[in-house]
């Protein structure tokens, strides 16, 4: 079980804050217990009107904000899908499309644009991503703060 300090630092996406230092505070939420958030692999909650989506994969928790860097799509409702790979047979030639069974994808609903669960990026173009929300594990229980 997790102690309470924030999961991976070494491999957290950077956070975007919603809020700057001199803005208001954040607000510390529990929105899960940690064993609900594996069992669904992903909730979307409504935070005073704040959409975010949070997930787990790999042993680890992210959370990103409901909305799609293209055209403000709710990206968090899209499906999970394993990342598409171009699969390579002896002469370099093609074998034909497989699947990641360690990378996931969320889909958004509204174009299709993929996102890496873990880090929040767009798997050909690093600088298109997901806004980050601060998510940490408390007594077992799933906090953002918003
Ligand atoms: S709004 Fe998400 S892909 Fe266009």
Redesign the pocket.
Known sequence: MNDGSPLAPETMPDIVQPETATGPALQDVAIARLEDLQEKERIVVDIDGKEVGVYFLNGEVRAWVNM?P????P?CQGKIMPRTLQLVREGMKSGGLGFSETERHIV?P????EFDILTGRHPSNQEVRLRGVPVRVVDGEVVVSV
């Open positions: 799609c293209h055209q403000g799509g990206v958004c509204w174009h299709g644009m």
